[in-house]
T-cell receptor, first 115, second 113 residues
């Protein structure tokens, strides 16, 4: 069982919809991450939150909007997505504030399909 | 900046045979190295890590990896594979002080009976 929980597991949405992905961890980790993974490719970093503040945005389009309400919770708000945004979205967390050497722990992801 | 090269995109082996998945990295600073495994329809699971100390690190399911600084490698080995080891394996590197984890392209390990 993973210690990083992501909901929903699957999401199908139209290009005009607004939806949110949710990620929770209760390990006391201080850094949280969003990744996008296309089939047969490695994960691509999207955002990093360190101590609940956005520290890295990898030039992600504004139709993706991250939010970190508290140290255990990370959201990704989606609006007006494109078909090419269909992918597996992975959340991860690490014990350090993101600038150390601790490994990242991943959730099982949300498989997103844009119609 | 760091980079990771996984030399084989696919590795087919027979069950109970040994396997080696190759990983080379480049970095101008000290690094921390990781192997992750991704089973179908799942997220990434940490298999093992090298942070410091002994250059040979082992996982609980029989995998091991050796950090070789002179050859900038961190190859993953298992002496006898099982069908259940079928998965995608990612090598990753994190430079000291860096927030980003840099992944290799992945190696698909396929076990044939």
């Amino acid at each position: 069982d993973t210690e990083v929980t992501q909901t929903p597991k699957h999401l199908v949405m139209g290009m005009t919809n607004k939806k949110s992905l949710k990620c929770e961890q209760h390990m006391g980790h201080r850094a949280m991450y969003w990744y996008k993974q296309k089939a047969k490719k490695p994960p691509e970093l999207m955002f990093v939150y360190s101590y609940e503040k956005l520290s890295i945005n990898e030039s992600v389009p504004s139709r993706f909007s991250p939010e970190c309400p508290n140290s255990s919770l990370l959201n990704l708000h989606l609006h007006a997505l494109q078909p090419e945004d269909s992918a597996l979205y992975l959340c991860a967390s690490s014990q350090d504030g993101g600038a150390g050497f601790q490994p990242q722990h991943f959730g099982d992801g949300t498989r997103l399909s844009i119609l | 900046a760091q980079s990771v090269t996984q030399l084989d995109s696919q590795v087919p082996v027979f069950e109970e045979a040994p396997v080696e998945l190759r990983c080379n990295y480049s970095s101008s600073v000290s690094v921390y190295l990781f192997w992750y495994v991704q089973y179908p329809n799942q997220g990434l699971q940490l298999l093992l890590k090298y942070l410091s100390g002994s250059t040979l690190v082992e996982s609980i399911n029989g995998f091991e990896a050796e950090f070789n600084k002179s050859q900038t490698s961190f190859h993953l080995r298992k002496p006898s594979v099982h069908i259940s080891d079928t998965a995608e394996y990612f090598c990753a590197v994190r430079g000291g002080g860096a927030q980003k984890l840099v992944f290799g392209q992945g190696t698909r390990l396929t076990i044939n009976p």
